[in-house]
Structures are given as structure tokens and as C-alpha cells.
């Protein structure tokens, strides 16, 4: 799950972690009186989505040369003039796609005067099974880039969860992001600071970006993204409450209702099956057979005919779903009560595209003779090589 930037900041100076004060804002007035609450004559006004990239994005309503979603504020006015032109538009970032975002909330924070840029994130690292602390002295540009160019200049410090952060870890990031004296110091107690916090909130990734140098010799968060373990928000209902919903894909989170594993993608053929291996494996021979998966939806060991159903209703909101291929390996679950939940749920919707089955394991005989006996123009297969063809076959026979 993510959250937005003020949220994230708000958990950090929780955690005892300095960021600079500001207020969120949902209206023009809301974003002056937040400003009217900060010291001045410097604000600066973010635009809150779920997505980074903001201060290089572009309005899709404005002018090529307006300002981006992160703006320098010198007065009121300009506070007035900047949430005016932001809240309401769609922000086009390199992270949000060409559809952008449109932006509901604004963030108004003090401006700060920077002397240096740098970068931090950690995240859980797969291949380590530690948490990683991965610092830069290139912050504030977008980090694939230095990665890419200049590897170099970019330190992975790990941390194994069971030892704790050592001070060593800190020497380390204090060393990789070049800094003496009080900020060597303040770098080591950050970087501590940062790790309990992940630690605590169960927090899958955490990036600052830039994390700033004052003019006075201060090391300051300027802006960060935060994303939880979904599986560990049930020891965190606080964090659960700070999911806004209006920045997901509505139909994931109808899926996450059901407990179904959605993710919409670009192509045309939906996609129904049990097994995230197995989902994988159904994209990819979709793609080979020449069509695109539509989406990528795993139902689970124990789907039940109002999970099927559900699923169904999913697939079908996506006006770009010209057909449907549905996979089923009954293990556990058996293909009877699959194939009694896909005739309901094809009924219950009134199908409209065509759909192809291809079932296997435990009592596949009966559930094809369900199927078969259905009335529905249902499509049944072999083997996933055959299903894969004839749903390619059907979509442009339909066409
Ligand atoms: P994004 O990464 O989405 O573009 P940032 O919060 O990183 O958004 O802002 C982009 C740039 O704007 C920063 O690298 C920094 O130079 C500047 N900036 C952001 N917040 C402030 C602030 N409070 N004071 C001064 N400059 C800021
Ligand atoms: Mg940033």
C-alpha cells in the first residue's frame, strides 16, 4: 500500500525524524490558511499523488510552460495562484503514464534553502533477505538514471534484521554520502533513526529523495514515498486509515474486496485463473500467440462460485476485454464446483464475449460435461497451448 507524501511525513517526525512543517490542503483556501500557519516568506506547494516526478511534470490543462507539481511560493498570493492552478488538473509525471493524475490534495510546506541534494532509500532485498540501505551522493534526479550512467556513485549497505542496525551501518552511509563533522554525525543518527522506522511500520520500501543539506547545516527529509507490507497492515490499522482509495485502479480495489489478486494491463484478452505461477504462465502465452493479456488476475486455492463470479464482473468493466480465457488447475478445488461457479457467474453477467475454459485435475470430466451441458456458448480446451489459440481465434473471429 502507498501513501502519500505528507502522510509519510507526518509517520516520520513521529519517529523523532526532521521534516519540514506544512499542512495538508484540499481546497485554494485550505492551502492559504496552511500557509498562513508557516513562518514564511518561502512555501512551497506539492502536488499530493501517488506518484513521483512532480517538480519536472506537466499540467495536461496548462500551458507547456506552466509550472510543474512542485512549486516555490513568495507570497500568499502566489500560494492562492499556485493551489488555484493545481488542485482539480491532471499532473503528467514520468512515473503516473500519459493519463496522468488529478490532483485532490496539496501539501504546503516551508521552503528551505538547500545546500546539497542526496539520496536514500531502503527496501527488503529478496536476494539478500536484509533490508537494504541504498544512498547516493546524486539526489533530487531521478536515480535509474544514475544507476545507469554512474553506478558508482551509488552504495547498497545492508542490514541484517536480526543483528539490528550496528553503527558500522551508519559509518557506512555517513562515508558513501561524503559528509563531515556534525552532518557525519547527523547522517549516522538518521540513518539509525530511518531503519527503526521502517522496521516498526512494517514499511516494504521508504525513499527520500532529496534528502537535503541546509544552509545551515542541517540534514533534512524533503520529499519521501512510502509503501507497506499489505500482509502486515493488520498489526497497523493507523497506517491501513491512510490508504486513499481514489488513487488506485477502482477495479483493484473491488478486487482486493474479494480478496482477489488483480492488476489491470493494456491488452484485450481477460485473463481468469488460480495460481499466480500459473496466471504468469497464461500471459505469456497469450503474448505468444500473438494478443495481449488484459489483465492479470489470480483467484486463489479456494475460489468459490461468488469469488468466480466476482472475478467475472472484474474482467467485464474493462471495456477493452474482448474475450475471455479462463484457467483453471483443480488441485485442491475440483473442476465440478468451477465449472458450476463459471456457468453461474457467465448467466448472472449475461456474457457477451466469448470465453474459453480449459480445466484440468481433479474430476475434469464431470466439469466439462457441465460446461458442455450449460447451453453457453462456452469454449472448451485441452491444454494451455489450445486454450491460448482459441481464444486468440474467437477475439478476431468476433471482430
Ligand atoms: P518530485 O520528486 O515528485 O519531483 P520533490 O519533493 O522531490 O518532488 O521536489 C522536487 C524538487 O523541488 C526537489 O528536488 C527540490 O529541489 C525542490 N523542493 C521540494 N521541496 C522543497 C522545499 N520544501 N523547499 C525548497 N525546495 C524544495
Ligand atoms: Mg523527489
Request: with cysteine.
Amino acid at each position: 500500500m502507498n501513501i502519500h507524501e505528507y502522510q509519510a511525513k507526518e509517520l516520520l517526525a513521529k519517529h523523532g525524524i526532521a521534516v519540514p512543517a506544512g499542512h495538508a490542503a484540499l481546497s485554494v483556501e485550505e492551502a492559504v490558511e496552511a500557509a498562513k500557519k508557516l513562518p514564511g516568506p518561502l512555501y512551497v506547494v506539492k502536488a499530493q499523488i501517488h506518484a513521483g516526478g512532480r517538480g519536472k511534470g506537466k499540467f495536461k490543462e496548462l500551458d507547456a510552460d506552466a509550472k510543474g507539481g512542485v512549486r516555490l511560493a513568495h507570497s500568499l498570493d502566489d500560494v492562492r495562484k499556485d493551489a488555484g492552478e493545481m488542485l482539480g488538473n491532471t499532473l503528467v509525471t514520468v512515473q503516473t503514464g500519459d493519463d496522468g493524475k488529478q490532483v485532490n490534495r496539496l501539501y504546503v510546506t516551508d521552503g528551505v534553502d538547500i545546500a546539497e541534494e542526496y539520496y536514500l532509500s531502503m527496501l527488503v532485498d529478496r536476494a539478500s533477505g536484509q533490508v537494504a540501505m541504498i544512498v547516493s551522493t546524486e539526489g533530487g534526479m531521478d536515480i535509474e538514471e544514475v544507476a545507469h550512467h554512474t553506478p558508482e556513485k551509488i552504495a547498497t549497505i545492508t542490514i541484517d534484521p536480526a543483528q539490528g542496525f550496528m553503527p558500522h551501518h551508519g559509518r557506512a552511509v555517513a562515508f558513501a554520502l561524503k559528509l563531515d563533522g556534525d552532518l557525519n554525525k547527523q547522517a549516522q543518527k538518521l540513518s539509525k533513526q530511518l531503519y527503526e522506522a521502517f522496521m516498526a511500520m512494517d514499511c516494504e520500501m521508504l525513499e527520500i529523495n532529496p534528502l537535503v543539506e541546509t544552509k545551515d547545516g542541517q540534514l533534512l527529509v524533503l520529499d519521501t514515498k512510502m509503501s507497506f507490507d499489505g500482509n502486515a497492515l493488520f498489526r497497523h490499522k493507523d497506517i491501513a486509515g491512510l490508504r486513499d482509495e481514489t488513487e488506485e485502479d477502482p477495479a483493484e480495489v473491488e478486487a482486493s474486496e474479494y480478496d482477489l489478486a488483480y492488476i489491470k494491463l493494456d491488452g484485450n484478452i481477460g485473463c481468469m485463473v488460480n495460481g499466480a505461477g500459473l496466471a504468469m504462465a497464461t500471459m505469456d502465452i497469450i503474448k505468444l500467440n500473438g494478443a495481449f493479456p488484459a489483465n492479470f488476475l489470480d483467484v486463489g486455492g479456494g475460489a468459490t462460485t461468488e469469488k468466480v463470479t466476482a472475478a467475472f464482473k472484474i474482467i467485464l468493466k474493462d471495456p477493452a476485454v474482448e474475450g475471455i480465457l479462463v484457467n483453471i488447475f483443480g488441485g485442491i478445488m475440483k473442476c465440478d464446483v468451477i465449472a458450476n461457479g463459471i456457468v453461474q457467474a457467465a448467466k448472472d453477467v449475461n456474457l457477451s464475449v466469448p470465453l474459453v475454459v480449459r480445466l484440468e485435475g481433479t474430476n475434469v470430466q464431470a466439469g466439462k460435461e457441465i460446461l458442455e451441458s450449460s447451453g453457453l456458448p462456452i469454449v472448451s480446451a485441452d491444454d494451455l497451448g489450445d486454450a491460448a489459440k482459441k481464444i486468440v481465434a474467437e477475439v478476431k473471429k468476433a471482430a
